[in-house]
């Protein structure tokens, strides 16, 4: 919800949300709970992208900083080709 709240918003609102999110993995979220809202959120794209043209984009960027944060391991995203059931998400 706070990834799809911030599409909205300027970047240093979305730099403030990923910065929360890494500060609740290991506490609050796991990397599978992480793993399940990212997927989610793809599929969900074609509705984001009505609200926000450049939600593919800044969703990249959510995953990428995830996993750069290490709330999500890298050998994840690849296997999002098959969920990705639209052509925004691939």
């Known amino acids: 919800m706070a990834i799809e709240a911030a599409m909205d918003h300027k970047p240093s609102h979305r730099e403030l949300t990923s910065v929360l999110i890494s500060q609740l993995m290991g506490e609050i979220l796991s990397i599978d709970d992480m793993a399940k809202a990212f997927e989610t959120l793809l599929v969900n794209l074609p509705e984001l992208i009505l609200d926000a043209p450049d939600a593919p984009t800044i969703l990249g960027n ?14 994840i995203v690849p296997s999002w080709k098959e969920i990705a059931n639209n052509q925004h998400a691939k």
């Open 62 to 75: 959510f995953i990428a900083r995830a996993v750069a944060d290490d709330c999500l391991p890298a050998e």
